[in-house]
């Protein structure tokens, strides 16, 4: 079975940094596309930022200069580096990878801005 897992949610502070990563398992295709959304209490899921395997990202706009998006094709794996972390960056963070075969999505990781 085909999984997107996530690790490295939890707490910072504002103006503090975190690193996100997802590594796919079970696949024994390359994803086009892999990527972050956010889903934060009461709002909708959004674009964080994504990379496709040619190595072009999409940035959400309340994330541009802030965070930037890795891919590591041969491990098949996507970061996402947060920096200057603000206090409406708290959301459940989710990897989305998409394939020929469809899209697949992460179980996400919280994510919490806090002094």
């Known amino acids: 079975q085909v999984r997107l897992v996530e690790s490295g949610g939890g707490l910072a502070q504002p103006g503090g940094s975190l690193r996100l990563s997802c590594t796919a398992s079970g696949n024994n295709f390359s994803f086009n596309t892999m990527g972050w959304y956010r889903e934060a209490p009461g709002k909708e899921r959004e674009l964080v930022a994504i990379i496709h395997k040619s190595g072009n990202t999409v940035y959400g706009d309340s994330v541009k200069g802030r965070f930037t998006v890795f891919r590591d094709k041969v491990k098949d794996m996507v970061s996402l580096q947060m920096n200057s972390l603000k206090l409406e960056d708290t959301a459940v963070y989710y990897c989305?990878?998409?394939?020929?075969?469809?899209?697949?999505w992460g179980q996400g990781t919280q994510v919490t801005i806090s002094s």
């Open positions: 989305k990878g998409v394939s020929p075969y469809g899209n697949l």
